[in-house]
């Protein structure tokens, strides 16, 4: 699959579309930033499709796109901001990001401006299709959130979404990958490891795939150590989670 060089698609009627997402207003302005991040093409690539060309993804804060990067050349994801986003900017995304890369916690940012963001796309499926599968890895995938949840708690660094794991997590080879830092905050208390949780075990599509796994994992018995967990967000209570957990 070869990609469309990024300049004959952004003064395309399609790329421009595409480029302000979805008023159109204010094109010129954003390829003039565009051009300031190491973007060479534009990849027909993606489960989702708007304007004629398949995506990555498509939310209320933007569109995701795959593209080619570089040099050296790489595929990457990029965010485009959509015109009339709840944010204004997403600079705070790309800080949060770049935070959460300071503990190996997310995809790894390569630029960031107002409006575009880029990263490494991450391959993988989502992690409810993943589970969908008979999943043989399904422990060490657990765990291997939760540790990422504890760095980004340590960190001070509330991701905001992670009762909605459906959509925050993909599953490459190598392990599973948080997504989508724009609710991230540092002047929330963090909950990650609470609500990661409270995602994967209770009342939520997730928890119908993981729970009959876990016959043993009880909802009293969850809350009562994510109880002790938000007391004291210590090492030793994230062991005894694991010990309760099986994992």
Not at 4 to 17: E, K, L, N
Not at 92 to 113: F, W
């Amino acid at each position: 699959m070869e990609p469309i060089d990024i300049a004959t698609f952004c003064q395309s009627p399609q790329g421009q579309r595409i480029l302000a997402y979805p008023s159109g207003n204010g094109v010129e302005t954003r390829w003039a930033e565009l051009q300031t991040h190491p973007v060479q093409g534009v990849y027909d690539f993606g489960p989702k499709q708007t304007q004629g060309i398949n995506i990555l993804g498509l939310g209320y804060c933007g569109l995701v796109l795959l593209v080619q990067g570089g040099p050296p050349a790489q595929t990457l994801a990029l965010k485009i901001r959509r015109t009339h986003a709840p944010h204004p900017t997403l600079q705070a995304e790309g800080n949060a990001l770049r935070l959460a890369n300071s503990v190996g916690v997310g995809p790894q940012l390569v630029t960031c401006t107002d409006n575009f963001l880029l990263m490494q796309y991450v391959d993988g499926p989502r992690l409810v299709d993943w589970l969908r599968r008979p999943p043989d890895q399904m422990r060490p995938t657990l765990r291997h959130l939760i540790e990422q949840a504890h760095r980004l708690d340590q960190l001070g660094l509330d991701h905001g979404a992670l009762r909605c794991i459906t959509d925050h997590a993909l599953v490459p080879p190598h392990g599973p990958v948080l997504i989508d830092f724009s609710g991230a905050s540092q002047t929330r208390r963090p909950a990650n490891i609470t609500t990661l949780l409270q995602g994967l075990f209770i009342s939520t599509q997730i928890a119908e795939l993981v729970a009959p796994h876990f016959a043993h994992v009880t909802r009293d018995g969850l809350i009562h150590h994510l109880r002790d967990y938000k007391q004291s967000p210590s090492q030793d209570k994230v062991d005894a989670l694991y010990r309760y957990l099986d994992l």
